[in-house]
T-cell receptor, first 119, second 117 residues
């Protein structure tokens, strides 16, 4: 148990559906991340939020819409996805910068992911 | 450009033996961090070990140690006394510092480790 919970664990959706992925962290961190993991590709950073503000959008298509209502919750709203969007979507959180100077910085703790299939 | 390279798509190791997973990196930054994560078939990414670029000693965490060779830009993970539960995908990652403190991690392609009984 890493302290980062993602729901649902599995999701099958059609290209015209709208669905949302949820991530919740119980670690008191201030930064949250969405990553995409496709088969045979490295993890790709999608979005970064720090204190609820989006600090990075890694050229993600607008059919992916993130929402961060507070430092503990992160959503990824999905609409009109394509089959190539099928992947494992991982959420992570970290304390950025570290709460105590000198401590190893920015360990990102990940959830178990949502395995998404777009039909 | 910052990049992580893991050249071993798959590795086998006999139970109780040690194994080294390779990782090389490319960065022009002087200050950076290197991480190793384990991903079992269940999907979650589990943090294993961290090495800072200014750390003088190689990092160790239990059975995991990081063989950090700064001049060669390599950060290999050594797992001692392999266990069946070590079978998983292993990712090397680097924290990018370019462009500010976004906490962005750059990952390698990963190495699949299978431990044989």
């Amino acid at each position: 148990e890493t302290g980062v919970t993602q729901t649902p664990r599995h999701l099958v959706m059609g290209m015209t559906n709208k669905k949302s992925l949820k991530c919740e962290q119980h670690l008191g961190h201030n930064a949250m991340y969405w990553y995409k993991q496709s088969a045979k590709k490295p993890l790709e950073l999608m979005f970064v939020y720090n204190f609820k503000e989006q600090t990075e959008n890694n050229s993600v298509p607008s059919r992916f819409s993130p929402e961060c209502p507070n430092s503990s919750h992160l959503f990824l709203h999905l609409h009109t996805l394509q089959p190539e969007d099928s992947a494992l979507y991982l959420c992570a959180s970290s304390q950025d910068p570290p709460a105590t100077p000198g401590l190893r910085p920015n360990i990102q703790y990940f959830g178990a992911g949502t395995r998404l299939s777009v039909l | 450009a910052q990049k992580i390279t893991q050249t071993q798509p798959g590795m086998f190791v006999q139970e109780k033996e040690a194994v080294t997973l390779d990782c090389t990196y490319d960065t022009s930054d002087q200050s950076y961090g290197l991480f190793w994560y384990k991903q079992p078939s269940s999907g979650e990414m589990i943090f294993l070990i961290y090495q800072g670029s200014y750390d003088e000693q190689n990092a160790t965490e239990g059975r995991y140690s990081l063989n950090f060779q700064k001049a060669r830009k390599s950060a290999n993970l050594v797992i001692s006394a392999s266990q069946l539960g070590d079978s998983a995908m292993y990712f090397c990652a680097m924290r990018a510092t370019r462009g500010g403190n976004t906490g962005k991690l750059i990952f390698g392609q990963g190495t699949t480790l299978q431990v044989k009984p």
